[in-house]
């Protein structure tokens, strides 16, 4: 009962009921039952006091007392519990009962009482007076009745006053009281019993319905009220059912919702953050640490807000809502290119609701805008040097000022060479093209990689030696597994990096090929003692028309190195590069073992196969329960 407010409240209200019924019944009662016992008494005490009255005097002795109204003043206050006086019109009183002795000044007040109820009643003539009377040294009230003697004559003569207690009379009035305190006590407790039980089958169904709004209160919407009281708690319990199931049903679209929005907002590739109108992050991604080029480890250190704060970020949202237009920003930092694109969040009333930011890295796109045009700039490059040196030749000799044979043979020999390097240029373009298109099919198969190799040596060697280069080799004696390749291509790459490191490498220089093996591929090497590669050009070596020189002033086509990174990407190879500045540089091409790649193939088969083998087998039973 300690948490059930509504017993309590109904069992203090019955409480408050009775006890306020008891009170107003007592006052009530005490208020009309004085007046009430008054009238009684007097119709008691009237019939007495008109008996005295006429038989208080002998008939044939007026002025004396008989003797049976002497005895009956004389024992009235043990006989009734009052005293009767007789008062003569002329002599006063001439008798009455016996007093009591306390208080002393009882009597003398009861006379002086006596007397002027006398001289009221013959100064009224009236047949009978009735009088009330508190005396402040007794604290009691006296009843007085007073009824004239008359003669034969029917004048008066004297009067007879009964004087009665009300003590007697507030005896009765307590014992009454006191009667309807005791019965209110006991309807009280006989009472309490079934109103509380109805209070309890009242609340109990009131505390399955707060259970139940607590339970929703922390989102638990499965509990359910008791539904089969009647009338409108029954009501009140189907309704707070139908709002769980509804709020439930709501719930969990809202969930729903709000996983699909996060897995959508965590599957982009951007960076997203979206703030309320005072600035705070309601949703963002992990990507948007990733676009900084920020790593998990310091996510897990931060927070969104302090992100945008440290950054800076958080005054283009607040330009962004202020303004009510979106925002657009490209941030470089760290050699990237980030464009932030805040766009404010308003509502049906134009009222600022927030604002969402799209980060994205768009250095890529910034390098590959930047290749498109150098591609551009360097294809033009390339292909007017040559017609440039074409129509150098061919003005003089189509305008007659070439008039030496010799001359003539020589312009035509430099225009055979232009001719040539501009047919190389558009073969390696178009050759670049369809690798990277996909178009080139290639057959695989299992390679001696060093006979490869000492092929190349062997086609090579004189031609290294022509420039003035040494040609060293290393790993052809050495017992390399086979490769899987394709024997065609790995020489054009080799060709290409061989050409790659004379083109680079001054008179005097050293050329290494060597042949090597590691845990999963074998290798083959090309260095040199050439110039080397300055750092930040590692990166574009293999891009297309890059060359060292940044005049362009070679003369390859810049398309080499892309070539043979396109074949070796297309194989399944692996092409890197190490260099130095004024030392040298070490072209690495990895192929892997054939054992390995049919090992692979194998695996694969043979999974094949038992899926195949499985499904006929499959069929089969099932055609068979058929």
Same mark, same amino acid.
């Given at each position: 009962?300690?948490?059930?407010?509504?017993?309590?409240?109904?069992?203090?209200?019955?409480?408050?009921?009775?006890?306020?019924?008891?009170?107003?019944?007592?006052?009530?009662?005490? &208020?009309?039952?004085?007046?009430?016992?008054?009238?009684?008494?007097?119709?008691?005490?009237?019939?007495?006091?008109?008996?005295?009255?006429?038989?208080?005097?002998?008939?044939?002795?007026?002025?004396?007392?008989?003797?049976?109204?002497?005895?009956?003043?004389?024992?009235?206050?043990?006989?009734?519990?009052?005293?009767?006086?007789?008062?003569?019109?002329?002599?006063?009183?001439?008798?009455?009962?016996?007093?009591?002795?306390? #208080?002393?000044?009882?009597?003398?007040?009861? /006379?002086?009482?006596?007397?002027?109820?006398?001289?009221?009643?013959?100064?009224?003539?009236?047949? =009978?007076?009735?009088?009330? =009377?508190?005396?402040?040294?007794?604290?009691?009230?006296?009843?007085?009745?007073?009824? #004239?003697?008359?003669?034969?004559?029917?004048?008066?003569?004297?009067?007879?006053?009964?004087?009665?207690?009300?003590?007697?009379?507030?005896?009765?009035?307590?014992?009454?009281?006191? !009667?309807?305190?005791?019965?209110?006590?006991?309807?009280?407790?006989?009472?309490?019993?079934?109103?509380?039980?109805?209070?309890?089958?009242?609340?109990? #169904?009131?505390?399955?319905?707060?259970?139940?709004?607590?339970?929703?209160?922390?989102?638990?919407?499965?509990?359910?009220?008791?539904?089969?009281?009647?009338?409108?708690?029954?009501?009140?319990?189907?309704?707070?059912?139908?709002?769980?199931?509804?709020?439930?049903?709501?719930?969990?679209?809202?969930?729903?919702?709000?996983?699909?929005?996060?897995?959508?907002?965590?599957?982009?590739?951007?960076?997203?953050?979206?703030?309320?109108?005072?600035?705070?992050?309601?949703?963002?991604?992990?990507?948007?640490?990733?676009?900084?080029?920020?790593?998990? @480890?310091?996510?897990?250190?931060?927070?969104?807000?302090?992100?945008?704060?440290? /950054?800076?970020?958080?005054?283009?949202?607040?330009?962004?809502?202020?303004?009510?237009?979106?925002?657009?920003?490209?941030?470089?930092?760290?050699?990237?290119?980030?464009?932030?694109?805040?766009?404010?969040?308003? %509502?049906?009333?134009?009222?600022?609701?927030?604002?969402?930011?799209?980060?994205?890295?768009?250095?890529?796109?910034?390098?590959?805008?930047?290749?498109?045009?150098?591609?551009?700039?360097?294809?033009?490059?390339?292909?007017?040097?040559?017609?440039? !040196?074409?129509?150098?030749?061919?003005?003089?000799?189509?305008?007659?000022?070439?008039?030496?044979?010799?001359?003539?043979?020589?312009? =035509?020999?430099?225009?055979?060479?232009?001719?040539?390097?501009?047919?190389?240029?558009?073969?390696?373009?178009?050759?670049?093209?369809?690798?990277?298109?996909?178009?080139?099919?290639?057959?695989?198969?299992?390679?001696?990689?060093?006979?490869?190799?000492?092929?190349?040596?062997?086609? &090579?060697?004189?031609?290294?030696?022509?420039?003035?280069?040494?040609?060293?080799?290393?790993?052809?004696?050495?017992?390399?597994?086979?490769?899987?390749?394709?024997?065609?291509?790995?020489?054009?790459?080799?060709?290409?990096?061989?050409?790659?490191?004379?083109?680079?490498?001054?008179?005097?220089?050293?050329? %290494?090929?060597?042949?090597?093996?590691?845990?999963?591929?074998?290798?083959?090497?090309?260095?040199?003692?050439?110039?080397?590669?300055?750092?930040?050009?590692?990166? @574009?070596?293999?891009?297309?028309? &890059?060359?060292?020189?940044?005049?362009?002033?070679?003369?390859?086509?810049?398309?080499?190195? /892309?070539?043979?990174?396109?074949?070796?990407?297309?194989?399944?190879?692996?092409?890197?590069?190490?260099?130095?500045? @004024?030392?040298?540089?070490?072209? %690495?091409?990895?192929?892997?073992?054939?054992?390995?790649?049919?090992?692979?193939?194998?695996?694969?088969?043979?999974?094949?196969?038992?899926?195949?083998?499985?499904? !006929?087998?499959?069929?089969?039973?099932?055609?068979?329960?058929?």
């Amino acid at each position: 009962m300690k948490n059930r407010f509504l017993v309590r409240r109904i069992f203090s209200l019955l409480i408050a009921a009775i006890l306020l019924w008891t009170i107003l019944t007592a006052l009530f009662y005490s &208020y009309v039952a004085n007046p009430v016992f008054t009238r009684v008494k007097a119709r008691e005490l009237l019939p007495r006091a008109l008996f005295i009255s006429d038989h208080v005097y002998e008939r044939g002795c007026p002025g004396e007392v008989s003797d049976f109204c002497i005895d009956l003043i004389n024992n009235s206050g043990t006989l009734f519990g009052n005293w009767i006086y007789i008062v003569d019109d002329h002599e006063g009183i001439c008798r009455h009962s016996p007093l009591p002795d306390e #208080p002393p000044e009882l009597a003398s007040q009861l /006379s002086h009482i006596v007397m002027t109820e006398h001289e009221e009643l013959i100064l009224q003539g009236s047949e =009978h007076r009735l009088g009330e =009377h508190s005396l402040a040294g007794s604290g009691d009230r006296f009843l007085v009745i007073s009824v #004239p003697i008359v003669d034969s004559n029917n004048l008066p003569m004297g009067s007879t006053i009964i004087v009665q207690p009300s003590k007697e009379m507030y005896v009765g009035i307590q014992s009454l009281n006191f !009667a309807l305190l005791t019965s209110s006590l006991i309807v009280l407790v006989i009472m309490a019993i079934p109103v509380l039980i109805a209070a309890f089958r009242i609340t109990r #169904p009131l505390e399955s319905m707060r259970q139940v709004a607590f339970a929703m209160s922390e989102g638990d919407f499965s509990q359910r009220a008791d539904e089969e009281q009647e009338g409108e708690i029954g009501d009140l319990a189907r309704t707070i059912n139908k709002m769980a199931e509804d709020l439930s049903e709501s719930f969990q679209q809202l969930s729903a919702q709000a996983s699909s929005l996060k897995q959508i907002i965590d599957g982009i590739g951007e960076g997203i953050v979206a703030v309320d109108r005072f600035g705070n992050v309601t949703q963002h991604n992990d990507r948007i640490f990733g676009v900084f080029g920020l790593d998990r @480890h310091y996510s897990a250190q931060t927070t969104p807000e302090s992100f945008l704060k440290a /950054s800076r970020i958080d005054t283009f949202f607040r330009q962004a809502m202020e303004s009510k237009e979106p925002v657009k920003y490209v941030i470089s930092k760290d050699y990237r290119h980030i464009q932030v694109i805040i766009t404010p969040l308003l %509502t049906g009333q134009g009222a600022i609701n927030g604002a969402v930011g799209l980060f994205r890295d768009i250095t890529q796109e910034e390098r590959l805008e930047q290749t498109r045009r150098d591609y551009v700039a360097n294809v033009s490059h390339e292909l007017r040097t040559p017609l440039t !040196a074409m129509r150098g030749l061919l003005e003089p000799l189509t305008e007659g000022m070439v008039t030496s044979s010799e001359d003539q043979q020589r312009y =035509h020999e430099i225009l055979l060479r232009q001719t040539m390097r501009l047919s190389r240029l558009i073969n390696d373009m178009l050759e670049l093209s369809r690798i990277q298109a996909g178009t080139t099919h290639y057959h695989q198969e299992r390679t001696d990689l060093t006979s490869i190799v000492q092929d190349v040596v062997d086609g &090579y060697g004189a031609t290294i030696e022509d420039h003035n280069l040494r040609l060293e080799t290393a790993g052809l004696d050495g017992n390399c597994p086979d490769i899987w390749g394709n024997a065609d291509r790995i020489e054009q790459i080799m060709i290409i990096l061989i050409d790659n490191a004379m083109k680079f490498t001054p008179s005097g220089g050293v050329i %290494t090929i060597a042949v090597g093996q590691t845990t999963d591929m074998a290798y083959v090497s090309i260095a040199d003692t050439g110039i080397g590669i300055d750092t930040e050009d590692i990166d @574009h070596i293999f891009d297309r028309f &890059y060359k060292e020189d940044k005049a362009h002033k070679g003369s390859g086509t810049g398309l080499g190195l /892309s070539i043979a990174k396109e074949i070796s990407d297309q194989l399944g190879y692996e092409l890197t590069v190490q260099s130095e500045r @004024h030392v040298g540089s070490v072209f %690495t091409l990895y192929i892997p073992y054939a054992d390995d790649v049919v090992r692979s193939i194998r695996q694969l088969k043979d999974v094949y196969d038992s899926i195949e083998d499985g499904d !006929a087998w499959f069929g089969e039973h099932n055609s068979n329960e058929n």
